[in-house]
């Protein structure tokens, strides 16, 4: 079957680079930008964690469409 993950969701504009690499090596831990996060992400996630100023962002995309 197919194993669930964690789901990290960051704004870009955060220190996402330092982030990403802290998180890489981890198993059944997935990191994307705002910019990057689709349907598929979020539904083939257990757990889904994100940073205010993502959260703030995607209410932000999602309110203007």
């Known amino acids: ?5 964690a789901l990290i969701v960051c704004d870009i504009e ?4 330092n982030a990403y690499m802290s998180l890489r090596n981890l198993q059944n831990v997935v990191m994307t930008s705002v910019e990057g ?6 539904v083939n ?4 964690i994100m ?3 993502a959260a703030t962002r ?8």
Do not use: F, P, Q, S
Request: charged share 35%.
């Open 1 to 5: 079957g197919v194993e669930r993950k």
């Open 14 to 17: 955060e220190d996402y680079n």
């Open 58 to 65: 995607i209410g932000e995309v999602l309110a203007n469409e």
């Open 51 to 53: 940073t205010k100023t």
């Open 45 to 48: 996630a257990n757990k889904l």
């Open 37 to 42: 996060l689709t349907i598929y992400d979020i």
